[in-house]
């Protein structure tokens, strides 16, 4: 009797060690008896940077900074993550009035909106990247 049940334990133990290695896609069991891999999603589409400044000129620019003269950088893909990221300037004037000439800003993009900003500087990429200017309409 105790060798019978000393086999079924025995044999549990070799269904869970082969059950749980076919649930890792990189077992080394043969290809037919690993679990597939999940199926990784498409990678986005670059954004139309143009139109998301346009959209949401308030979470790029201050109303009060009055920005002319805007311009585009094409995006990137984000050094981490599945974002994007892309540069734009603008000529803004301080709360005070005093022009404060063009500024730079580096904008983090994904699922199509622009989900954060920050200004650069010039040791930042955006000094060597080509724009091309957008026409605003209120």
Known sequence: M?????????????????????ADPHASLPEF???????????????DVERLVRANLDKVFLAT???????VAEPHRAVRGDG?????????TSATGTP??????????????????RRVGNEDNCVSEHYTSIMVTK
Do not use: F
Request: proline share 10%; hydrophobic share 40%; aromatic share 4%.
């Open 65 to 71: 900074s009055y920005p002319r003269n805007m311009r």
């Open 2 to 22: 105790q060798s019978v049940v000393s086999r079924s334990v025995l044999m549990m133990a070799v269904a869970l060690t082969v059950t749980g290695c076919a």
């Open 100 to 117: 404060l000439g063009s500024q730079t800003y580096r904008l983090t993009i994904a699922e199509g909106e622009i989900k954060d900003r």
């Open 84 to 92: 994007w990221t892309a540069c734009v300037r603008a000529d803004l």
């Open 33 to 47: 008896m690993r679990a597939k891999a999940p199926d990784q999603p498409p990678p986005e589409p670059a954004p």
